[in-house]
């Protein structure tokens, strides 16, 4: 099973900054980038917001960007806007079980 | 409108049985590979089970092998879950969630469905 490990647990920010959230495999992803992220509200489902480590999902504004391959993965979020700040899960699905990380709270300072 | 919907949660005794569905609606639901993904109270998302576009293979967590099974109807658009002998640490959320391609990400969740385990 490969074990996905976030960081950091809570990322304290304003509007306007620049996040930076990490997702570390414990072996490298099947097929190098089939890693994604999510973003998930309080009382929502979780929405697709970057595929194949680097695309964005149909929709996602162009300030969500994704890094990385193998074993290090990055989002970036280039300027906050209010609507981010949200719980952020990356997860791999190029082997079963598929798993995600724990999840990146980021929260308004 | 695109889009999943769960149905069938609820509060069910320890040891016992309910079964979840997920009706799809406005894509061609047998082309797509389906999921289940639960998210206990106040924790993160754990995958569960996935079952092939015509049902031909299933898999499962080591956490719900054994205990749950996943099935389609192609013909009602609906994906099921199965779940027996359920236990205190199943109560969650449970999420169905469509897969395009297999080893693809989940590019469409529900609003998902309440289950509580408890005596």
């Known amino acids: 099973e490969i074990v996905l490990t976030q960081s950091p647990g809570t990322l304290s920010l304003s509007p306007g900054e620049r996040a930076t959230l990490s997702c570390r495999a414990s072996?490298?992803?099947?097929?190098?980038?089939?890693l994604a992220w999510y973003q998930q509200k309080p009382g929502q489902a979780p929405r697709l917001l970057i595929y194949?480590?680097?695309s964005r999902a149909t929709g996602i504004p162009d300030r969500f960007s994704g890094s990385g391959s193998g074993t290090d993965f990055t989002l970036t979020i280039s300027r906050l806007e209010p609507e981010d700040f949200a719980v952020y899960y990356c997860q791999q699905y190029g082997s079963l079980p598929r798993t995600f990380g724990q999840g990146t709270k980021v929260e308004i300072k | 409108q695109v889009q999943v919907v769960e149905s069938g949660g609820g509060v069910v005794q320890p040891g016992r049985s309910l079964r979840l569905s997920c009706a799809a609606s406005g894509f061609s639901f047998s082309s797509y590979v389906m999921h289940w993904v639960r998210q206990a109270p106040g924790k993160g998302l754990e995958w569960a089970a996935l079952i092939l576009h015509d049902g031909s293979n299933k898999y499962y967590a080591d956490s719900v092998k054994g205990r749950f099974t996943i099935s389609r109807d192609n013909s009602k658009n609906t994906l099921y879950l199965q779940m027996n002998s359920l236990r205190a640490e199943d109560t969650a959320v449970y999420y169905c969630?469509?897969?395009?391609?297999?080893?693809?990400?989940?590019?469409?969740w529900g609003q998902g469905t309440m289950v509580t385990v408890s005596s």
């Open positions: 969630a469509r897969d395009p391609h297999y080893t693809d990400a989940f590019d469409m």
């Open positions: 072996q490298s992803v099947s097929g190098s980038t089939y």
């Open positions: 194949g480590a680097s």
